[in-house]
């Protein structure tokens, strides 16, 4: 493996993640953020529990948890917000190990990965420095760093570049990716306050289906509450807070009862970028993909890109396999991308299109309520879909169709007495799991579990072996004897 570090430019959320999954794997980062400090205010307010191992591969998830609180789940409401529908997520931990739905203010999240990434040593992060130049051989990347204060350009030589630079990615137009627009942009309203007392609101997520306002709203962490109402056409923030118009979209919590923190227009976009590999760049994140926020998910899936992208370039770092490896990426996680913006498209038709609430007072309750809980159960429900049969993944036979691709559960397991979470036996790297419960890690480990709640016994079944990739994701199934693979 080369010395040289691998660079990630982008110290939000994704690049932090990718920098602490790399360092877990021997492979040494260095990270260039073109601010000075962490972006302060909030974005992200949910996640979910998938999204949740990542940060637990990451080492971060206690911690983040204890600045999270379940989230109770999704209400669609009317304009007069009578609720329409109701889909409720579980308090407590799920298959995955962790509450379904969690809501975060973004900026305690990204404090958690920022402290983490301080105290590795194999990570130095740099901050004011700005990428501005990608030169790439067949062997590594040169790149042109732009020292803000200074205005000095240095260049650094780098095995892989992971550009997790956000919306706006310098390192996509340096590379020649370009994004492709699934959806027309939305302009919205975003705002957050904060309040000394409770409101006395449900704990969940409300999307309120009025063509004329439709608008989300949810209690964050720390007194924080979040709205988002669309602007209309040629609408500024500043009318769309005027009080009379902030009044109805706070209704029924009183505006004198807040403090606003910021209201700031948002433009929400569904696009896709057509490469997210070139030669030993890759994208992930927002770089690579773009969701409108209604169903919770923009972060989650740049999460979940790192946690695959990573094990990938490792692999092939090391020397472990062959450069095409980093060609399944884009292949394995673009169908997930396009399907969460389909159905956050599809909830923010229902909130915003088709006069539902006038529907509702005319009496065809039916026919909306028949759409309703199609969408709204898409939107609850942020499974990774399974992978396809391919490299990386053997789907055939019946066993392998209902399991291969899909992520292994995480029940708590119990290991020589003590109780921990399924993934921290599994380790960093590829694992097989057997009928009668022996975990193999790929370094040669074996460690026997227990399963007190049952919930792998059932999963494996008759199964013999089943093969893990360090994303948690079952590479393959046999039946027979627990030998070994
Ligand atoms: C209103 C709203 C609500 C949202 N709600 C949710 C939600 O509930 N759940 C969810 O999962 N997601 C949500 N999202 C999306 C989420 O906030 C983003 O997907 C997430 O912040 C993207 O993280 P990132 O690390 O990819 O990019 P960013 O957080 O944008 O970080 C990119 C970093 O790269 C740096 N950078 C850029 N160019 C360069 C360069 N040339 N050189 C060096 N550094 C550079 C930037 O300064 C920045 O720090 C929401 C977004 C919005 C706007």
Redesign the pocket.
């Known amino acids: 493996m080369s010395d040289a570090p691998v660079i990630v430019?982008?110290?939000?959320?994704?690049?932090l993640t990718a920098a602490l999954l790399l360092a877990r794997r021997g492979v040494g980062v260095l990270v260039?953020?073109?601010?000075g400090s962490p972006?302060p205010l909030p974005?992200?307010?949910?996640?979910d529990d998938e999204v949740f191992r990542v940060l637990q591969a990451a080492g971060v998830a206690d911690a983040v948890a204890a600045r999270t609180r379940p989230m109770a789940g999704l209400r669609l409401l009317d304009g007069a917000h009578r609720v329409l529908a109701e889909f409720r997520r579980a308090p407590s931990a799920g298959a995955n190990g962790w509450p379904q739905g969690s809501l975060v203010h973004?900026p305690d999240l990204e404090e958690e990965l920022a402290a983490a990434v301080a105290a590795t040593r194999a990570i130095t992060v740099v901050r004011g420095?700005?990428?501005t130049a990608l030169d790439q051989d067949g062997a590594g990347v040169d790149v042109t760093v732009l020292d803000r204060d200074s205005g000095v350009e240095r260049s650094v030589r780098a095995p892989a570049v992971l550009g997790?630079?956000?919306?706006n990615?310098?390192v996509r137009a340096l590379v020649g990716a370009s994004m492709r627009t699934l959806g027309r942009p939305d302009r919205w309203l975003?705002l957050d306050v904060r309040s000394a007392d409770e409101l006395p609101v449900w704990p969940g997520v409300h999307q309120v289906c009025d063509s004329r306002q439709p608008a989300t709203f949810m209690p964050v962490t720390g007194g924080r509450y979040r709205w988002?109402g669309r602007l209309r056409s040629g609408e500024t923030v500043e009318d769309a807070t005027a009080p009379e118009r902030l009044r109805r979209l706070l209704a029924p919590v009183d505006p004198a009862r807040v403090e606003v923190l910021r209201a700031v227009e948002?433009i929400f976009r569904a696009q896709v970028a057509d490469r997210w590999r070139v030669g030993r760049v890759l994208l992930a994140?927002?770089?690579a993909h773009l969701t409108p926020?209604f169903v919770?998910?923009?972060?989650?899936l740049?999460l979940r890109d790192v946690h695959q992208v990573v094990w990938k370039l490792a692999d092939v770092l090391a020397g472990r396999a062959a450069d095409s490896l980093l060609d399944t990426y884009q292949a394995e996680r673009e169908p997930h991308a396009r399907a969460l913006i389909r159905v956050a498209q599809l909830l923010g038709a229902l909130m915003t299109g088709g006069g539902l609430a006038g529907d509702v007072v005319r009496g065809r309750v039916l026919a909306v309520l028949r759409r309703i809980p199609a969408v709204a159960r898409l939107a609850t429900d942020s499974r990774t879909p399974p992978l396809r049969q391919g490299p990386l993944v053997d789907r055939r036979g019946r066993a392998g169709r209902r399991l291969a691709g899909t992520l292994i559960p995480q029940p708590d397991v119990v290991v020589e007495g003590r109780r921990c979470r399924l993934d921290d036996v599994l380790g960093d790297g590829d694992a097989e799991l057997t009928r009668d419960l022996l975990v193999r890690r790929a370094d040669g480990t074996e460690i026997r579990i227990e399963d007190p709640s049952g919930l792998l016994h059932r999963w494996i079944g008759s199964l013999a072996v089943v093969r893990i990739r360090p994303d948690r994701i079952v590479r393959s199934v046999r039946r027979g004897r627990g030998g070994r693979h």
Do not use: I, K, N
């Not at 430019?9 to 690049?15: D, K, L, R």
């Not at 260039?32 to 601010?35: A, D, S, T, Y």
């Not at 974005?43 to 996640?47: C, F, G, K, N, P």
């Not at 919770?296 to 989650?300: L, V």
């Open positions: 430019v982008g110290a939000g959320p994704v690049g260039l953020e073109r601010h972006y974005r992200a307010v949910h996640l973004q420095a700005e990428v997790c630079d956000g919306a990615s310098t975003v988002e948002y994140g927002d770089a926020p919770g998910q923009g972060m989650g740049g």
